[in-house]
Nanobody, 115 residues
Framework: VQLVESGGGLVQPGGSLRLSCAAS????????MGWYRQAPGKGRELVAEIATSGSIDYADSVKGRFTISRDNDKNTVYLQMNSLKPEDTAVYYCHVEYGLGSDSWGQGTRVTVSS
């Protein structure tokens, strides 16, 4: 499974960005799609995840500001990020769980929130 991410960049505090991630390849069954991030000097953390069932999890730090959505027909997941803060600066990685316990990671897209 290949993941192609887009939408990162530089934005001022309070601004918005939308990340996209399209999955392609031999996808037997996608169980969940989501986004993780890794800030400089820190570990990778879950930002948001959406299961095929529709259930959604958000990190507490992004609740009310970020919205994850998914287009099952296109095997694409989106992350709408509003009211961005400097502490949201990180490399954002798309993650897909599929089949029986398999997963795949995107190459990462950098988000920088700075004035």
């Amino acid at each position: 499974v290949q993941l192609v991410e887009s939408g990162g960049g530089l934005v001022q505090p309070g601004g918005s960005l939308r990340l996209s991630c399209a999955a392609s390849g031999s996808i037997f069954r996608i169980n969940a799609m989501g986004w993780y991030r890794q800030a400089p000097g820190k570990g990778r953390e879950l930002v948001a995840e959406i299961a095929t069932s529709g259930s959604i999890d958000y990190a507490d730090s992004v609740k009310g500001r970020f919205t994850i959505s998914r287009d099952n027909d296109k095997n694409t997941v989106y992350l709408q990020m509003n009211s961005l803060k400097p502490e949201d600066t990180a490399v954002y990685y798309c993650h897909v769980e599929y089949g029986l316990g398999s997963d795949s990671w995107g190459q990462g897209t950098r988000v920088t929130v700075s004035s």
